[in-house]
């Protein structure tokens, strides 16, 4: 069946350095949402990409989805400790289009 | 609107206990879903419902049955608890399938002893 398989698992930062997390699909995949869980939270709905190749951005945050609609990245320009938690990718694809969450990537930010 | 709630936040089972886990929204959402999370291995869909009246199976869904009687409810049900069912569950609600955003509940962080 369709996996979705994040790297890193986990990532150790200086306050200000970058992060990125990437996140691989088996299946081509029609769209990718990104979601963040905060420690003892719930995941909560960053962005969406549906196009081939798509950027956005938001502040700081810049999501890309690849050429061949299969992977997709995050990137975290000068993190804050307002930036910890779990990043989820969630891709939709396969013939049922269920919407898969992919592994997970903790941050952790020293100040 | 509260969005999406969960009761109980915290329940400790024996093996082979029941217990229901209820989920509410207050989005008028027509799909619902139940997620069960564990260390390493990210959200996994148990059931999820894409409308009043029906149920479907998603990724993990042995051990557990739904109903879905009321729109705004969705119940996940545990018959014989297993300590293999300790996590933490989650439900979520979204207004469609392909494109729209899921909102989660709060969570029910389980034990199963």
């Known amino acids: 069946g369709q996996q979705v398989m994040q790297i890193p698992q986990y990532q150790h930062v200086q306050e200000g350095e970058d992060f990125t997390t990437y996140c691989n699909s088996s299946t081509t995949l029609s769209n990718i949402q990104w979601y963040k869980q905060r420690p003892g939270g719930h995941p909560v709905f960053l962005i969406q990409?549906?196009?081939?190749?798509e950027v956005k951005k938001q502040k700081r945050l810049t999501f890309q989805f690849g050429e061949a609609k299969k992977n997709s990245s995050l990137h975290i320009t000068a993190t804050q400790t307002t930036d910890v938690g779990t990043y989820f990718c969630?891709?939709?694809?396969?013939?049922?289009?269920?919407?898969?969450f992919g592994t997970g990537t903790l941050l952790a930010v020293q100040p | 609107n509260a969005g999406v709630t969960q009761t109980p936040k915290f329940r400790v089972l024996k093996t082979g206990q029941s217990m229901t886990l209820l989920c509410a929204q207050d989005?008028?959402?027509?799909?619902m879903y139940w997620y069960r999370q564990d260390p390493g291995m990210g959200l996994r869909l148990i059931h999820y419902s894409v409308g009043e009246g029906t149920t479907a199976k998603g990724e993990v869904p042995d051990g557990y049955n739904v109903s879905r009687l009321k729109k705004q409810n969705f119940l996940l049900g545990l018959e014989s608890a297993a300590p293999s069912q300790t996590s933490v569950y989650f439900c979520?609600?979204?207004?469609?399938?392909?494109?729209?955003?899921?909102?989660f509940g709060p969570g029910t962080r389980l034990l199963v002893l």
């Open positions: 979520a609600s979204s207004s469609g399938w392909i494109r729209e955003t899921q909102y």
């Open positions: 990409l549906v196009k081939s190749g």
């Open positions: 989005m008028n959402h027509e799909y």
């Open positions: 969630a891709g939709r694809g396969g013939a049922t289009n269920k919407l898969i």
